[in-house]
């Protein structure tokens, strides 16, 4: 049923009679309601899907193979390009938190995404131009047959500016592109509302579909020496990409941006240390909100107030100074809205904290398994397969898997459980940790193998790296569990203020996972290495024990799925007060 067009008015109102338009507060690139017929939905969210696949092509182009680059063009040694690979990736997700803060604060989400877009492509560029005149000398170099010349001291700044220029742009682009193909959709219609649920799992399988050309040709073309053709490949891929995005601007729905978070929750605390002596009241109605279905935080709908965290309850608490100030001193008196976006982030913590042990098993797929592919036989044949391109397997799990888990998965626990959802998206993260925790017992074992097949102590072993195609298909399928889940919940999660640093909590993760693993690797280096061995993870991993690091994530992945699930007992989800009464709005819970 349409509703009254409140301000301004639509360019047809005779189209707004006919047309409702969403009851979400998303506006046209004019600032009108938005009509349901003519923006959104499917329609803009494919185009985002191939925006981000084409983007994604672009990132795997380059950083699929360039543990292989550090080490065949800038002569690295194994253990430092593969930290330096994890400070690279680690730094791409960090830089999401500053894109998701821009945009949920002042710039929104398209601004967002289209400025670091041309950061990324600018990025790009700048690393092709690098490699072509500068790093690949001579031409063809670092195949594994033709030594490349020694880096010059401007080749590599340029090389290091390029690829951090690379980190800051898709960082910033992702949590903020993830997030605004889900505002495609109006959450107030149950439709609508189930295609937004659908979009984090095609939103996925289009992160794979476009790392899947990446990870099969490119990968295969840069492992052959021809860095500069795959490294502008991948400028042109981004630069489609944000032809794509700019295309769909008319047909786009867009929500304002709520203001800075960062003052909101300060805001919280001050006021809640303000009154620590006050006694919050029991009923959560007896606490300070405004009137009306408005709240009044910019585009963000009214919270539920929730019974943890209560000491926190204190800044929506009334006193006589309140009345006094006739309650409008935002620093000591809060209403339940602000107070209970506070409690959602900090709920959500412990959360997103049990994820990062996976993130450091996931992060050992672009780093130690592609090094432990270049010590195993890659012919088959007389057909080379470059050990980067192995996880092309992972992809495939991941785009198979997503169809399984649709399909089959969810009809089937939907009858077990009752759950329309089949799993809830804490259930199927706690699922994601024990198949990643397996994957690092297979890959574990494989080198136990791998080493029993090595004759001569500086030579490939004669075990097939086509042996590597479980522990990749395992990461693929824990993925489809653990990292969608983390994108459906993290972005259902997050109130409306904060909704795409919702959705780069899950890139967050990845980045300290990275983080974390370089400290492993470091800390594993320094102790196991001694003048008489050369430890787990040396220089030819012939001499060392990579079996022994993928049993010690294994066993961190265990205490860390116990601690996952205590953190999800405890946690209650978020509750709107638009859809009290519609349970299928009410996030479920574990």
Aim: charged fraction near 15%.
């Amino acid at each position: 049923m349409a509703r009254k067009v409140e301000g301004k008015v639509a360019e047809n109102s005779i189209d707004t009679v006919i047309s409702p338009i969403t009851e979400d507060e998303s506006l046209d690139r004019n600032g009108n309601p938005v009509i349901k017929a003519r923006t959104g939905g499917w329609n803009s969210a494919v185009l985002l899907l191939v925006n981000y696949g084409l983007a994604t092509l672009a990132f795997f182009g380059v950083g699929v193979n360039l543990v292989v680059f550090l080490r065949r063009v800038l002569h690295q040694e194994t253990a430092v390009a593969a930290n330096n690979i994890s400070k690279w990736t680690g730094t791409v997700y960090i830089f999401s938190l500053i894109g998701a803060f821009l945009s949920d604060s002042y710039w929104g989400r398209y601004l967002t995404c289209t400025i670091f877009q041309i950061i990324y492509v600018v990025g790009l560029a700048t690393l092709s131009l690098a490699s072509w005149f500068l790093l690949v000398k001579p031409s063809g170099c670092g195949d594994g047959k033709v030594l490349c010349d020694p880096p010059s001291t401007s080749g590599t700044a340029i090389f290091y500016l390029s690829i951090y220029m690379i980190a800051f742009g898709n960082g910033g682009y992702q949590p903020s592109i993830a997030t605004f193909g889900s505002d495609q959709f109006d959450e107030m219609d149950p439709a609508e509302r189930h295609s937004k649920i659908s979009f984090f799992s095609y939103f996925y399988f289009a992160l794979n579909a476009g790392s899947l050309f990446s990870n099969t040709i490119l990968v295969y073309f840069e492992d052959e020496g021809k860095w500069v053709i795959g490294f502008w490949v991948s400028t042109a891929s981004a630069a489609l990409a944000l032809l794509f995005f700019l295309f769909g601007t008319p047909s786009y729905r867009y929500l304002k941006p709520s203001g800075n978070p960062l003052t909101r929750i300060a805001q919280v605390f001050v006021a809640s240390l303000q009154k620590w002596e006050v006694e919050p009241p029991s009923k959560g109605e007896m606490l300070y909100e405004v009137e009306g279905n408005e709240s009044t935080i910019a585009g963000s709908r009214k919270i539920l107030h929730s019974d943890e965290l209560r000491f926190l309850d204190k800044a929506a608490t009334l006193t006589e100074e309140d009345y006094r100030e006739n309650m409008e001193n935002p620093w000591k008196l809060c209403t339940v809205t602000q107070v209970e976006e506070v409690k959602c982030v900090l709920k959500m913590l412990p959360i997103w904290l049990c994820t990062i042990i996976y993130s450091v098993v996931f992060t050992q797929m672009a780093s130690l398994f592609v090094e432990q592919g270049t010590t195993m036989k890659t012919h088959v044949g007389s057909f080379h397969i470059p050990p980067a391109s192995m996880s092309v397997f992972d992809i495939l799990s991941v785009l198979a898997f997503i169809g399984i888990y649709r399909r089959i998965v969810v009809p089937v626990m939907r009858r077990l459980s009752g759950n329309p959802k089949g799993l809830t998206e804490l259930q199927r993260m706690g699922v994601g940790l024990v198949i990643g925790m397996l994957a690092m017992v297979v890959a574990g074992v494989l080198e136990i193998e791998r080493l029993k097949r090595v004759s001569v102590p500086n030579m490939p072993s004669s075990l097939s790296i086509l042996w590597q195609i479980p522990q990749y298909a395992l990461i693929g399928t824990s993925e489809v569990f653990m990292y969608v889940g983390q994108l459906e919940f993290f972005s259902g999660q997050a109130p409306d203020g904060v909704k795409s640093f919702g959705s780069s909590l899950c890139m967050a993760s990845i980045s300290l996972g990275n983080y974390v693993s370089i400290v492993l690797v470091t800390i594993i280096t320094s102790v196991t290495a001694t003048s008489q061995r050369p430890g787990w993870i040396p220089g030819n991993l012939n001499s060392g024990h990579l079996d022994r690091f993928y049993f010690l994530l294994a066993a961190l992945s265990f205490i860390d799925f116990v601690a996952y699930v205590m953190c999800a007992m405890w946690y209650k989800g978020i509750k709107f007060a638009a859809t009290e009464e519609d349970e299928e709005n009410i996030l479920n819970q574990v």
